[in-house]
C-alpha cells in the first residue's frame, strides 16, 4: 500500500435533519468533509497510509475535526493546531426538483490563516508515494496559496506523484485570481482531473461545444480539451467525472480518463434515488488514485466511477465504503439484495 | 406588493416521524397548517402584506400557532382569541404505493365556534386589495358558514377581489350542504380555482368524461365545464391543478387557467420523489395569486404551477419557497446541481 | 376466523436511523421480528386468532419482544421463558445502488437452546386450524430441527394444515445440513412456499434455466419444478414469489401459485420507493394463508402478493397493514391520494 | 392472583421532549395513559388478571391506545370501539421551580359519550374479584356518571370488592357537580383513597386543620377525618397519601391507611430528582390493591407507598415496576448501586 | 404598555443534545439569543411593544434569526440585512460539578460590522420609552462601541430612559478597552446594572471585601460600591444579582437594588436543579425594566428576581414565561403541583 | 509521557434514551467501553502512548468499536481481528431512588475467545513502562485467564510496572474460581486498586467492620486491610475508592492509597447530580496512574479522585476530560461558573 499526501481545510458541516430547509432546522446534524480530507477518508478505507495536512484550532472543535480523520483511519502528525476558528458550512440538501444550498462561513479559518512554519514539508514528503491536493486550497486565502505551491515544491523534491481536484468554487475567488494561481501550480501536476466547467475557470481553457447543463456528452470535444491540456501542461493523465443532474435525487454519472493516447470511457450508472452527493468528486479521485496504483487504467476508471456512485448512497462528505463493496458493483451487481 | 386577506382555521398537524405509521408513533412531529394559512404564509413569503383572519384558544397551542404564522412574516392583528379548544390533524404521510392518511380531529374548534363578534370586518378590509378564501372555512359549522358570508359582504363592499379553492372536504360535509352553502357564496368570487371533483360535489356540476384518478386529461372536457361555471357565477378567472397520482412518491403536476376566452394550459412537471404533498393546492392558490398580481396571466399561470410543484419538496403545509426560487424552476432549471 | 400457530425464533433487530451505515451509527432503532413472528403478526392482523410458539429469555429484552407480539394481537401463551440471550440481528438498510447488510447474533439464543420439555405441542395444537413455519426454525440448532419435528407430528395428529416457507438462510447452515432436515419435514407439509434458489439449496432442487439475478421469469420452468415437487412431496400448493432487483430502493414483485392443475400468475408490481423489504417474504406467507382461508386461489393469491408489496413501505419486520388497504390495493389503486 | 376490573377513560398523552416547553415544541413525545388505566397497567405488571373497561375510537389512535394497554398485559375484551374521538392531553412536565402543566382535550372523548350497550357488566364482573375506580370517570359526562353507577351496581351484584380514588379534576366539574355524584357512589364503596382536598372538594368534608400546600401533616386531623368518613359511608378502608411538593423536581411521599381502628403510617421517600410524576396517585391506588390482596395492612401500605415512590422515576403514566423492584425499595436499599 | 428598543447582536447558539460534551456531538440543537435580544423577546412577552435593533445577513440564517424574534412578538423593523455572516457560539451546558463552556465565533458578523447608515435612530427612538443595551454591543468591534454611542445620544435626544447591563466579556475585549468605551457611555445611563466584577472589569470600580466565588455576600460592601457608582455617573438606579454558584446544577440567586438612598434586597431563590442558566442576567433586565414600569420599586426587584430564577428551567437563551408565572412565583408557591 | 499498555474487551453499550427504561425502549444509544479500554482513552486523554490490546470480530460492529479507541487517541497496532462477535451490554441508566441495570450479552465474544497467537506480548511489552489490567479479563473465560498470566509474565519480563483493578464482576465467575486466578496473578501486580468487596470476594479477604452500604467508613479497618494484602502480595501501593450510595443521582466519593507506611485519604466529593456512573471507578484508575506518573503521591490521588467524580458528569463509559479540566477541580472550584 502506499503513503499518500493530501492538504487542505477539514470543515464542520451542519446540516437540518433529513429533507428539511435550513430556515425550518432546530437542530443541525453535524459531520467533518472537505475535499482533500473526503480524498484522504476513502484512501485510508482502501487500506493507505494517509496523512492529512491542515491546521486545526485548539478548541474542541478542532479535536472534533481530528477525532473524525483518526476514526476513519487517516494518520494525523502532519495537523497543526492553532489560528481563531474552523471552517463551517451549512448544507441544505436537495430534495427532487429543489435543489441542494450550501453556505460557506469558511473565511478566517485556522488553515485559510496556517502559514509556511506550520507545516515541515520535507518530513512530510519523505516517505510518500503520492500527494493529492485540490483547486479549494489555492482559493482558501493567498498565504494558502503560497502553502500549497511549497508543498507541491517539496512533493517534486521527493519524486513524489501529484494529482490535482481543479474544483472551482465561485464562492472562493474570482475566474481571473484562480487563473494566476491555477496556471502556475500545473506544472507540478501529473494526473490531472477536472470538469470543462473548472478546466475553463480555473485554467482558462474552453471545451469547444459541450452542453453540461443538459447532460448531453460530446466525447470528441473532450478529447480535444484533454489533447489540449496535456500539450499545454505534460500532465500523464487526465480524468474527468460527467455528471448527469436529473434532479437532486437522480443523476447519470460516468468518467473519462486519457493517458495522452487512450481516452477510457466509464460504464454509467443511473443513481437514484441520491442520499447525498456531496464528496462525489472526491470518491472519484480517491477512486482513481486507487484504481491507478493497484490497477490498470481500463480497471482503475472503472473503480473510481464505481466509487463515486455508491458515495451519493453514503450519508456525509466521507465515502465510507471498502474496496470490496466498490469491486462487487464494478462487477455488475446492482440488485440491492440483502446479504444474509 | 398588495394587502392581502384569508380566512380559515389553522391546525396543528401531528404526524409520526420519518415514514412510519400512526400506529407505530411514539412521537408525534408538528408544524402548523391549514389551507388558508397555508395560502398566507406562501404570500407572506413572496413580499405581500397578508393577514390572516382566525380565531385560536387562550392556550399555549394557540400561542403556538400564532408563533408560527408570526415567523413566517404573516400579519395576526386580525386573530381572535377564545374558544375551547385548537382543531388538530393527525397525517400518516404516505409512501410509494402506499398512500397518506389523515385523521381529523377539529371538530369543536375555536375557530369552528367563531361567531361574528370576533372579528371586525370592516376594519379587516378596509386597505385590503384581495381575499383569499376556501371550501374548508364554511364546512367547519353553519356559524363558520354565515361568517364566511359576512366576511364576502364585506370584502365587496371594500372592492376587494375575491378567490376562492373550493376544496370540497368530504369528513367535513356532504355535497348536498356543501352546494347549497357554495353555489351562494360563489357570487363574490371573482376568481375560482377547483378541479372537477370539487366542482361536482360543491357546486354540483360536473365534466363530461374526464378520468382523473388514471390521470387522462381531457381539456376538451375543462374547457366546457370552464365555460359552464364561467356563464353561471360571473367568474373573471377559472383555475385548476391536474393531479396525476401515480403513487404517494409520484405525481404528475399540471394547470389550466381560463379567462372566459382563453385556456393557458401549463407546462407539466414530474414530481419523483414526493416529501409532502400536503399544501400543494394552496401553494398553487398563492402562486396564482402573486402571479396574477404581479404578472401576465400566462407567466401567473407557470409560476402558481411551479410555485406548488416546489411545495411536493417542502416539509410541513406551507411552502417555504422564495420568488426567486420558484422562477428558477420556471426558467427551467430542474438539474438539482448544488449552489456552492 | 381460524386458530393459527406459528412457531420460530423472534429477535431484536437494531438499525442505524435513517439511511446510515452501520459503522456510522450512534444509534440503532428497534423492532422485533423474526419470520415465524412476523407471519403471526400479519395474520393477527387479519382478524384470526394466532398464537406464536418460542422461547424468550427472562429478562427485560425477552419482556420487551413479548410485549411486541401482545401489542400486536399475536396471542402468546404458548411462549416458554427462560434460556441464555434473545437473539439479535444487525440490519443496515441499503439504498439505491447499495444493497441492505444483516450481521446475525443470534447464537445461542433462547429459541435456539430450546428443548421438548419447553412446549406443550398437544395443547398448542387442539384447536388449531393451521400450522406455518419456516426453514430457518431447524436452521437455528440441532435441537431446534428436533423441535420442529415434534411440532409437526403434533400438527398433523391434530388435523392441522401445514404451510412452510423454505427460506434458506446461508448463514444459518449449509445445503447440505438443510437437505439433510428439510427433505425429511416435507412429508408434513400441505403448502409450499419458496422460490427456485431456495428449493435447490433446501431441498436439493433446481429449476432448469432461470436466470433469478437478472430477473427473468420463466414461468414454464417454474411450472416443470412445481410439477417435480408436487410429484415428490405432495404438496397440495406450491408458491413462490418473483423479485426482480433493480435496486435496493426499486423492486419487481410478483407471484405464482399452482395448485398441482392450475398455475397462477398474479399481477406485477413495481415497487419504487421500497422503505424497508425485511419482511416481505412473510408478508406473502401471511396473505397466503389468509387468502386461501377465505377467498378462492386466485384471490388469495392477489391478496398475498398485494399485501406484500404493501410491506415494503412498511418499517419494520412486521406488515402493519389491515386487510382492507390491501383490498384497496388488489382492486388497483396506486394513486396514492391522501384519504380526507 | 386476582380477576380485577377498572374502568375509565385512556387518552394519548402529548408532552414536548426533554424539559421544553409547549411553545418551544417541535414534537410530542406520546404515551398512554389515564387514571384507572394505569391502574389496570400496575396491577397487570404484578401478576393479576386485569380488564379495562373503556370505549375507543376506531381508528389508528384507538387502535394505538389499545395495543398500549395489550403490550402491557392488561385484557382487552371489555374495549368497545366507536365513537368520535380519543380523548388526549397535552403535559407540559415540570423542572425545579417550573411547575407542570397540562391541557386537556378530552371533552367528546369516546368514553365520555359511551352508553349502557357499550358494555356487558354481567359478563364483565361475573368473575371479577376486584374493582377500582375514580372521580375521573363519573366527571367525564352525565352518562359516564350513570355508567359509573350502573357498573357499581353489577360489581356489587357479583359481591365484588370497590375501591376507588377521588381524584377530584377541577377542570372537569365544580365540587358541587362531585359532590351531588360522588356522595350517592359512596354506598358501592369498600376502599376510599382520596386525600384531603379531594375528600373536601368531592364529598364535602373538611380536614379541620392541615396545611397541605405546606407539607406539614397533621395526623391526628387526619384520623379525625378518616373516622367521620368512616362513619358517614362504611368504608372497610381509607387510604390518603401525603404529597409535600418542595419543587416539581423534589417531593416528600408518604402513606396513611386506616382501618377504622388503626392508623398506619407508611415510611416517608424523599424523591428527588423527579422524572415524571403523572400517575404517582394511581401507582399508590394500585400498589395498595396489589397489597392488600396479599399481605397484611401494614405491610400492603409500605408496598403502595414504594411503588408509588418509584412511579415518579419512570417515564409515562404507567408505573412500569415489578414486584420484585417494589420489595426491594420496601426492604430499604435506596442506594441505586448497578445490577451487574 | 411601553414601547421599549433593544439593541445588539443575536447569535446562533449550537450546542450538543442533553447534556453531552462538544467532542461527542454528532449534531447540535439550535436556538437563537444574546443578551439584548433576550431583554426583547422577554419585555415582549410581558406585554411590551420591544422592537430589535441589529444587523443581519442576507442568507437563511439571518431569515431564521429573524423569524425567532418575529415568532416571539419582537418588532423587527429596525433589523438591517447584510453583513456577511451570523454570529454563532458553541455551548456545552454544565452539569453538576462540570461548568459549562461557551466559544464564540462571532468575529466578523455582520453586526459587528454594521455602521451608522444602517440604522435611522431618530425614527428608531422616535415614540420609544425605554432604551436598554449591554456591554456586549460596543465590546464587538470599534464600530459597534461608536454606534452604541450613537444610539444613546439619539436615546437622549428623545428623552427615552436609559437602562445598561455592564455584562463584561473577557473574550471580546480586556478590561482597558472596556474601560476606556463604557466609562464614557455611563453618562447617558439612568439604570444601571451590574455585578461587582462587572463594574471591576468595565468601570475600574471594585467592591471593597466580597468574595463572590465562594457566594458570601457583604451587603455592606455592595452599599458602599453602589453609592460610589451612583455618586460618580449619576445612576438613578443600580441592580445587581447576586449568584451563589455551588455547582453547574445548583445556584443561589438573589438581587439588591439601589435607588440612590434605599437599598433593596430580594428573596433568595434556591434553584435546583438548574436547565439553562444561559440568559439568567438578561431576564433579571427584563424583568426589572417591566417592574419598574409597572410596579413599585420593591415590586420590581422581586419581579425581576423571580422570573430571572424562572429562567434556569427554561431551555434555550429566552426566558418564555408569562407575567402571571413569574407572580406566581414571586408570591411563594414553589411547590411544582401540577396544574390540571 | 509514558507508553501504557492495557488488555481487556471492549463492548458495544446500548441504552435507551433519557431515563426511559429498557421495556421501554424503541432504540438504543450506543457508545463503546469496558473496564481496561476506558483506562486507555483516559490516560491517552491526558495525553500519554497508550496501546490497547483485545480482539474485535471481523464486521462493521468491530471496525465501528475500533474507530472509537482511534477517535479518543488509544493506539489499535496490537488489536487482534476474528472470532465471532462483539461484546455487547444493554444499560439502563437509574433515575433517584431507581437503580441502574445491566444486562450483560459479551458470552462467546471475540476476545473472550482470543488466544495466545493472537497477541505478540514480547512486541507489545518491548517499549511499554506500565501495564494496567483489571479482574474483568481473566473473568471472561478460561482461556481468557491464561491470556492474562501470559501478558502478565511478559510485562514483568519487560520490567513493566503492573497495575490492576480487582472489579469483581459476580455475573461472570464465582468468588471461588475469582479467587483461584486472581491470588495466582497478584504475584505480578505492584499497584493494587480495589474496595473492601473486591478484595473479599476476588482474594478472599475481609475488611473487619466496616459498613459499605451505609457509606460508614472506617478507615482504620481498611488501613488493616491494606497492611494484609501488602504483607501478603507485596503491593507497592493500594488504592481504594469510597462510594457513599445515596441514590443512583448523589453519591459521595473519595479515595484513600497506602504506600505501605502511610495512608493517603483524599477529598470527599459529593456527586448530585449523577450523569453516568458508569466508568467512574476506570477514571479513578487511569487518574491514578496518570497522577503516580507525574505527581507525588498525594496529588496523584487527588487527581485520581477528582477525575473520576468529574466522570460522573460525562455520559459514556469514556472519561472524556483534560488534565487542565481535572486541575481545576482539584484547585478547589466547584462553581459550575460558564468560562465565556
Given at each position: ?5 493530501t ?14 430547509r ?7 446534524n ?19 497510509d494517509?496523512?492529512f ?9 478542532g479535536?472534533?475535526?481530528?477525532a ?9 502528525n ?27 462561513d469558511?473565511a478566517?479559518?485556522?488553515m ?5 512554519p ?14 493529492h ?6 482559493a482558501?486565502?493567498?498565504?494558502a ?11 517534486k523534491?521527493?519524486?513524489?506523484t501529484?494529482s490535482?481536484?481543479?474544483?472551482y ?13 491555477m ?5 507540478y501536476?501529473?494526473v490531472?482531473i ?6 475553463q475557470?480555473?485554467?482558462g481553457?474552453?471545451l ?6 443538459s ?59 441520491i442520499?447525498?452527493?456531496?464528496g ?5 479521485s ?8 493497484t ?16 458515495k451519493?448512497?453514503?450519508y ?5 465504503v471498502?474496496e470490496n463493496e466498490?469491486?462487487?458493483?464494478v ?6 439484495r440483502?446479504?444474509?
Amino acid at each position: 500500500m502506499a503513503n499518500i499526501i493530501t492538504m487542505g481545510e477539514i470543515m464542520c458541516r451542519l446540516s437540518p435533519p433529513g429533507a428539511t430547509r435550513l430556515v425550518q432546522a432546530t437542530a443541525f446534524n453535524i459531520v467533518y468533509g472537505g475535499g482533500e480530507a473526503n480524498v484522504a477518508v476513502s484512501l485510508a478505507g482502501f487500506g493507505h497510509d494517509v496523512h492529512f495536512v491542515t491546521k486545526l484550532p485548539n478548541n474542541e472543535l478542532g479535536d472534533a475535526a481530528l477525532a473524525s480523520l483518526k476514526a476513519n483511519n487517516v494518520q494525523t502528525n502532519a495537523v497543526a493546531r492553532g489560528g481563531s476558528r474552523l471552517g463551517l458550512y451549512f448544507l441544505e440538501t436537495g430534495f427532487g426538483i429543489r435543489p441542494s444550498k450550501v453556505i460557506y462561513d469558511r473565511a478566517g479559518s485556522a488553515m485559510a490563516e496556517a502559514t509556511d512554519p506550520d507545516f515541515d514539508f520535507d518530513a512530510i514528503f519523505a516517505n510518500a508515494n503520492w500527494f493529492h491536493w485540490t483547486g479549494i486550497t489555492p482559493a482558501l486565502s493567498p498565504q494558502a496559496a503560497q502553502l500549497t505551491k511549497k508543498a507541491l515544491i517539496a512533493a517534486k523534491k521527493h519524486q513524489v506523484t501529484v494529482s490535482v481536484d481543479l474544483n472551482y468554487r465561485k464562492k472562493l475567488w474570482s475566474p481571473k485570481q484562480a487563473q494566476a494561481v491555477m496556471t502556475d501550480l500545473m506544472q507540478y501536476v501529473d494526473v490531472m482531473i477536472g470538469n470543462e466547467e473548472d478546466a475553463q475557470l480555473s485554467l482558462g481553457l474552453t471545451l469547444r461545444k459541450t452542453n453540461v447543463t443538459s447532460g448531453e456528452l460530446i466525447k470528441e470535444d473532450y478529447l480535444e480539451m484533454f489533447r489540449s491540456l496535456s500539450s499545454q501542461y505534460g500532465f500523464q493523465l487526465i480524468a474527468t467525472t460527467l455528471r448527469e443532474s436529473y434532479s437532486a435525487s437522480k443523476n447519470g454519472w460516468q468518467a473519462l480518463l486519457f493517458d495522452g493516447e487512450r481516452l477510457y470511457e466509464s460504464k454509467r450508472y443511473l443513481i437514484e434515488p441520491i442520499l447525498d452527493r456531496v464528496g462525489g468528486g472526491d470518491a472519484f479521485s480517491a477512486g482513481l488514485i486507487h484504481g491507478l496504483l493497484t490497477r490498470d487504467k481500463e480497471q482503475a476508471l472503472e473503480f473510481a466511477v464505481a466509487a463515486s456512485a455508491l458515495k451519493h448512497t453514503i450519508y456525509g462528505d466521507f465515502n465510507l465504503v471498502t474496496e470490496n463493496e466498490v469491486d462487487t458493483l464494478v462487477t455488475g451487481d446492482l440488485s440491492g439484495r440483502i446479504q444474509r
